[in-house]
């Protein structure tokens, strides 16, 4: 079960000391605040259509009398995203609302607000974007073969062969540590460090730990970046920007990049792997190398929208949207997941051949949409039709029905995923195919 930290000390006031259950927490949060992070099978609720369908704008009772309200509806949650003059995202907003200080600002994009946010941005861009990341083409697509060898020699010998494990997390994880310029004999820790502070599975105290541990972790490494700057995107903001960047800012860009570019795209190759080995129709059209990919990345990305609440944001003053009037202060949450798939029933139905497409908001919208969108639809590209040329028969171990989805989680995904990889296709066939 994952959650974000800040989203912890929202729905609990943490005190040192005492330890809280998962359960416990979610039990503190209304039912309709729970819709969007449910799903069944790769299915959000069916409450959930139900409730957008009904009011795309509904009001909240938040805990500690916070005024709140979820969005679910397309066109309302684009307004809401597209608006960073009437809604903030500024970490500011919940010190002293909820028991949060100032100093416990977890740093980064998603709870910044421009001119900061514009500031910060502004330095990343030019290493996000799609010409200046084609140069990670190569090396994403020697990581894929070599991950897929791997899975070739763990079955040749007996091994359970794990997809999530051996493919889904070692792509994104491997592709952001050279991207940041994590050295090699640091990764593993680095890696294990970002995983585990999302797990609550342990009670909060100590997933609250973790991340604390966590962020010492990656506060090391900006301090050795600034004493020997690497060739990475660290040590180019050091070389660049670094009189313009402190630490603390240093350090929340690199932990927004790195647990942003690794969990989410982790989830995505699996949860598309899955999509495309239930249906074997679109299974053989992506292996035909003559098939484009992109629309089946962005239709994967619609459908299955992983991250499915996006950042909250504050009202900075009364607004109208959907008909509701919000109030300056009240706290708005978005459903990704609802608005991909509001407007028509076939968007319950994954069709990468949909003639009426329009942009999908699974990667956010407005000026706080993923910096890493480009970074991941390259890995996503790579990465599926490779899996599926190398091993066209690959089926979940013990069957599709037997995939255990996390039933509730701000990033939608499975934790394991045993496969068969059934016939393997020797790199040299499918090239010369």
């Not at 009772?61 to 597209?82: H, M, N, Q, S």
């Not at 066209?392 to 989805?405: A, K, N, Q, S």
Request: net charge neutral; charged share 25%; hydrophobic share 40%.
């Amino acid at each position: 079960m994952r959650i974000t930290r800040l989203g912890v000390r929202l729905a609990l006031r943490w005190r040192p000391g005492r330890k809280y259950s998962a359960d416990a927490l979610f039990a503190r949060l209304p039912d309709e605040l729970l819709w969007p992070l449910r799903r069944i099978g790769l299915d959000p609720v069916p409450e959930l259509g139900e409730l957008r369908d009904r009011t795309p704008v509904l009001p909240l009772k938040l805990p500690f009398g916070i005024r709140g309200w979820l969005v679910t509806g397309y066109d309302e949650t684009r307004a809401v995203l597209g608006a960073a003059d009437a809604f903030s995202n500024g970490f500011g907003h919940v010190v002293g609302r909820v028991g949060l200080t100032a100093e416990q600002d977890p740093g980064g994009l998603g709870f910044a607000d421009p001119p900061d946010h514009t500031r910060l941005r502004r330095m990343l861009t030019p290493e996000f974007t799609r010409h200046r990341l084609r140069r990670l083409v190569p090396r994403i697509e020697q990581i894929v073969v070599g991950q897929l060898d791997a899975m070739v020699a763990a079955a040749a010998s007996g091994e359970p062969v794990d997809l999530v494990r051996s493919f889904a997390v070692p792509i994104p994880a491997l592709t952001i540590c050279e991207l940041l310029g994590v050295p090699p004999e640091s990764r593993e820790s680095f890696l294990r460090g970002c995983s585990a502070r999302f797990d609550l599975t342990r009670g909060l105290e100590d997933s609250l730990e973790t991340m604390s541990a966590s962020l010492d972790q990656l506060r090391e490494f900006v301090e050795q970046q600034r004493a020997s700057p690497g060739d990475g995107l660290v040590g180019m903001l050091v070389r660049t920007h670094g009189d313009e960047l402190s630490d603390r800012e240093l350090s929340g860009l690199v932990d927004g990049l790195l647990t942003g570019g690794l969990e989410t795209t982790t989830s995505m190759l699996t949860l598309g792997a899955i999509v495309l080995m239930r249906d074997p129709s679109w299974r053989r059209r992506l292996i035909d190398p003559g098939t484009a990919v992109d629309p089946f990345v962005d239709e994967l990305l619609r459908y299955l929208t992983v991250v499915q609440v996006a950042f909250p944001r504050v009202a900075r003053h009364d607004v109208t949207v959907g008909g509701h009037r919000i109030a300056a202060g009240d706290v708005v949450l978005c459903s990704l997941s609802a608005a991909n798939r509001d407007g028509d029933p076939d968007l319950d139905r994954f069709d990468p051949t949909r003639e009426t497409r329009r942009a999908h908001v699974a990667f956010g919208y407005g000026i706080h949409r993923c910096l890493g969108a480009d970074l991941a639809r390259m890995e996503l590209r790579a990465a599926y039709p490779a899996l599926l040329r190398r091993f066209p028969d690959i089926t979940p171990m013990g069957g599709l029905r037997e995939v255990g989805f996390r039933p509730l989680s701000l990033v939608f995904g499975v934790d394991s995923l045993p496969v068969t990889l059934g016939t393997v296709v020797s790199p040299d066939d499918h090239h010369s195919r």
